[in-house]
């Protein structure tokens, strides 16, 4: 019986869903809601955490918001997942999770894509892959249908209360660019699009990998020479401490994009260079804060159903959006239980 968070409960504790390291889950967040949660004693789990809840298909954001705005007693979250997922996970989902606790737990956590692995059927050519390790990006074609697409842009403008026709409609105070839909069906089937985890499949060199549930945004055009395109500044997502471990981040175009329409951009070919870049700095200078402008990042382009993987080491960023209909975008990212995270944040 779990009755109360503590950091004592063990990632090997399980409750009525059978679920490794879900109690301990639930423990660490209340405790870091209560100020009680010493993190340093728990860096190391993060990436446990998080492949945990994506695995379940819950994401990160909204289990957080529930622990934080409700916070239930362990039984009452196991209840709240199962409605969530429209029941308990099934045993072969759990098998698999509890396999990736185990494993978790005693591998060392680095990660490296696995030369040579015979992967069946691929979806990304010759030329892809070579575009990949020049660049670190590649753009997979045509990765889920143009009906897949539109179904998913439907949920959205729906979601948003926003008609796709009526620009009057876009702009209102209370939406920005990231948009917090994260369970419906139409957005589960792109993330379940065998085409793109071949994609993923191919670039780990692994078959063992799991999907995230996250956010999608709308790039609306600007309006009144006011920029609401959303992340336009060159960023990462990966600390910057080095060596900065693999890692892929993507994301599906579900509107045609146009390099004006506040198409995805990065720095082609970065990835290999951004090690000595970062060690020429001088200490005091926050690599975050330089002109990444003048790096050279260019806009990726796409139809409506192409789907873009990029190399996390890549400065990259929206664009603004000058033409005249939204860019719509689903990010869906897959990865390994045990890819690297580096324990310092840089
Ligand atoms: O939506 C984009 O084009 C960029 C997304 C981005 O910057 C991110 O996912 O970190």
Known sequence: MITK?????SSMKTGELGLLHLPRYWSKRLLEIEGRLDQEKVRNEYGLDFTL???LGLGIVEPAEYLFHKRPSYAEFEQWIAQQLGGGPDRALVQRLNKMVRCYLEQAHQSYPIEGKDIQEPVLSADDLACW??????????AVSVKDCREAET????????DPQNPESWYDDEH?????LFQHPALNKNRASPRIRKAFEQLWGSDDLWVTVDRSSLNRPERDGIDISGPSRLHWDVSLALPIPFGIQ???YLSDTSAEQGAFRCVPGFHHRIDQWLEKLPPEQNPREQDLESLGPVPVTGSAGDFV???????HGSGRNLANYPRVVQYIKLFPHDYGIHPVWK
């Not at 968070?5 to 409960?9: A, F, G, R």
């Not at 390790?133 to 045509?142: C, D, E, H, P």
């Not at 920005?176 to 917090?180: A, C, K």
């Open 155 to 162: 949920a959205i403008w729906d979601f948003l209360g926003m």
């Open 5 to 9: 968070p503590e950091l004592s409960i």
């Open 176 to 180: 920005t660019f990231w948009v917090s």
């Open 309 to 315: 993987l990029w190399h996390h080491a890549l400065p």
């Open 250 to 252: 993507g994301l599906l």
């Open 133 to 142: 390790r020049k660049n670190g990006y590649v753009v997979l074609r045509n």
């Open 53 to 55: 809840m994506q695995g």
